[in-house]
């Protein structure tokens, strides 16, 4: 989970928190991703152009975003044909206290139900603001992964 990062105003009255990570030139990334982050100005007023562009040339799986069902399984539906509803709405956040990785037994106290929307905070929020990508992040355990899928929950996230 993303702290908010300055919502908007109508943002902020129809009740929704904007929780992804900003997109910037020093963002953080997999040291192995076969390209760096890049947001470029190519338009801006204090290059004397009367509008603003960007370009932004990033990796799928930079700053805040979806992994489908496809990324991990090749048969897996891809993130094209997932249903909105699957990942907006109400969520329920759960804070993991494990370092290593999210387990079966922290999360059986929780009575997960089918069709809900989790997202784990972990120790990874602290993350956040350091200079080097962390690789020994908290990562959701093949077991835990089975458990929420036998639980039908609608969507996992992780911070």
Do not use: C
């Not at 489908?68 to 804070?95: C, K, Q, S, W, Y």
């Not at 077991?143 to 036998?150: S, V």
């Amino acid at each position: 989970m993303a702290k908010e990062t300055g919502s908007s105003p109508s943002a902020a009255k129809s009740g929704w928190i904007d929780i992804s990570y900003p997109l910037s030139r020093d963002m953080l990334y997999w040291p192995n991703d076969p390209i760096t982050p890049h947001i470029d100005w190519i338009y801006h007023p204090a290059k004397g152009h009367a509008v603003t562009m960007a370009q932004i040339n990033i990796n799928v799986h930079n700053g805040t975003h979806i992994d489908a069902p496809r990324h991990f399984d090749p048969n897996g539906t891809p993130v094209d044909e997932m249903p909105l509803d699957a990942i907006m709405g109400p969520i329920r956040i759960i804070e993991i206290k494990d370092t290593e990785s999210i387990k079966p037994e922290e999360l059986v106290p929780y009575n997960i139900q089918p069709g809900e929307r989790i997202l784990f905070k972990t120790i990874n929020s602290s993350y956040y603001k350091l200079d080097k990508f962390v690789e020994d992040f908290v990562y959701i355990s093949t077991e835990a992964a089975r458990f929420l899928r036998d639980k039908k929950v609608s969507v996992v996230g992780l911070d």
